[in-house]
């Protein structure tokens, strides 16, 4: 397990559109593994002998954090937080997991997938939001990318949208999910910039798989007894799903612009249908590859505008 180097968390060299490549390869990690886990949470879940939800939280924060700690201890790495940084890694880490993907599981019980696509797809919006208190400026080309990356999702999703009546709290909670979720970032942006990255993922789920826990026990979910296909799900989540990916998302917030890191929430439905085709031979409908098409023309309009301007030559900024 790799662990980036100082010169890589500042971002240097630059690469694509003048953001720095290693912020943009944690970025492309998120997209294809955050993408891939929507087909290894159906794995753990699906069937008689799948994990609960809550379960399955807990599993997969606690085995992830706990590797991860298990690892940085191994590799003689200072693993003790300040009690300050220990307070906002508990704070972000139950926010992104316990609010944002809590909420997922607790809704997707009873809506179909797509609405969760969808809702949580307005998540950039709500980062620009936040970004907006702290002085960001609100580009036309930006607001324009958030908008097609929307409607994309919504071709995407709109197969699988049959809202029956009496979910509309369920909606709410997908609503809150994603604030949950923007929040939770933004706590990454604000507070823990200076704490090592891998110690940071690890303490983040430790935290949020003690609150899972909590609430697999208050609401009486039945014990797992999961079967092979269950434990290979599972396995998939905490290996690449909390080890390798969400430290390289902490890792994105560090190095890129939280509008473009926000840009996973468009691609990874995207990847979750490509995966679907191909593994499960799911039938792709041209509505979902306009939806596709329009999910990459927005991200690339949302990475576009948060383009570095080039620098001007001295013998160009003094010509007449």
Same mark, same amino acid.
């Given at each position: 397990?790799?662990?980036?180097?100082?010169?890589? &968390?500042?971002?240097?060299?630059?690469?694509?559109?003048?953001?720095?490549?290693?912020?943009?390869?944690?970025?492309?990690?998120?997209y294809?593994?955050?993408?891939s886990?929507? *087909?290894?949470?159906r794995?753990?879940?699906?069937?008689?002998?799948?994990?609960?939800?809550?379960?399955?939280?807990a599993?997969?924060?606690?085995?992830?954090?706990?590797? %991860?700690?298990?690892?940085?201890?191994?590799?003689?790495?200072?693993?003790?937080?300040?009690?300050?940084?220990?307070?906002?890694?508990?704070?972000?880490?139950?926010?992104?997991?316990?609010?944002?993907?809590?909420?997922?599981? #607790?809704? &997707?019980?009873?809506?179909?997938?797509?609405?969760?696509?969808?809702?949580?797809g307005?998540?950039? @919006?709500?980062?620009?939001?936040?970004? %907006?208190?702290?002085?960001?400026?609100?580009?036309?080309?930006? #607001?324009?990318?958030?908008?097609?990356?929307?409607?994309?999702?919504?071709? *995407?999703?709109?197969?699988?949208?049959? %809202?029956?009546?009496?979910?509309? /709290?369920? @909606?709410?909670?997908?609503?809150?999910?994603?604030?949950?979720?923007?929040?939770?970032?933004?706590?990454?942006?604000?507070?823990?910039?200076?704490?090592?990255?891998?110690?940071?993922?690890?303490?983040?789920?430790?935290?949020? =798989?003690?609150?899972?826990?909590?609430?697999?026990?208050?609401?009486? &979910?039945?014990?797992?007894?999961? =079967?092979?296909?269950?434990?290979?799900?599972?396995?998939?989540?905490?290996?690449? =799903?909390?080890?390798?990916?969400?430290?390289?998302? /902490?890792?994105?917030?560090?190095?890129?612009?939280?509008?473009?890191?926000?840009?996973?929430?468009y691609?990874?439905?995207?990847?979750?249908?490509?995966?679907?085709?191909?593994?499960?031979g799911?039938?792709?409908?041209?509505?979902?590859?306009?939806? =596709?098409?329009?999910?990459?023309?927005?991200?690339?309009?949302?990475?576009?505008?948060?383009?570095?301007?080039?620098? #001007?030559?001295?013998? &160009?900024?003094?010509?007449?």
């Amino acid at each position: 397990m790799a662990v980036p180097s100082r010169d890589q &968390e500042r971002g240097k060299p630059a690469g694509l559109f003048g953001l720095p490549r290693a912020g943009l390869f944690h970025l492309l990690v998120v997209y294809l593994v955050w993408g891939s886990t929507y *087909l290894g949470i159906r794995l753990a879940v699906e069937g008689p002998h799948g994990f609960p939800p809550f379960y399955l939280g807990a599993v997969r924060m606690l085995l992830g954090g706990g590797g %991860l700690l298990a690892y940085a201890v191994i590799r003689g790495r200072p693993v003790r937080f300040s009690t300050r940084s220990l307070a906002v890694a508990a704070l972000s880490g139950v926010f992104l997991w316990v609010g944002g993907n809590g909420l997922v599981m #607790v809704a &997707e019980r009873h809506l179909p997938s797509g609405y969760s696509a969808l809702v949580m797809g307005g998540l950039p @919006i709500w980062v620009t939001i936040i970004g %907006l208190f702290s002085g960001q400026r609100l580009r036309p080309i930006l #607001v324009a990318g958030m908008l097609i990356g929307l409607g994309g999702l919504y071709f *995407l999703t709109r197969t699988s949208l049959h %809202l029956a009546t009496g979910h509309q /709290i369920l @909606i709410l909670l997908l609503v809150a999910a994603s604030w949950c979720w923007a929040l939770g970032m933004s706590f990454q942006r604000w507070w823990l910039t200076t704490t090592d990255a891998q110690v940071s993922s690890a303490w983040q789920q430790l935290f949020a =798989g003690g609150v899972f826990v909590f609430l697999a026990l208050v609401t009486h &979910e039945p014990l797992p007894h999961p =079967g092979s296909t269950a434990l290979i799900g599972a396995a998939y989540l905490v290996v690449l =799903g909390s080890w390798l990916a969400f430290t390289s998302f /902490i890792l994105a917030t560090r190095l890129l612009p939280m509008t473009v890191v926000t840009t996973y929430s468009y691609v990874n439905p995207l990847v979750a249908v490509v995966l679907g085709a191909l593994v499960l031979g799911e039938r792709v409908t041209s509505m979902m590859a306009v939806g =596709g098409f329009l999910l990459l023309l927005g991200v690339g309009a949302v990475i576009q505008s948060q383009r570095t301007p080039a620098p #001007v030559r001295m013998s &160009e900024a003094t010509q007449g």
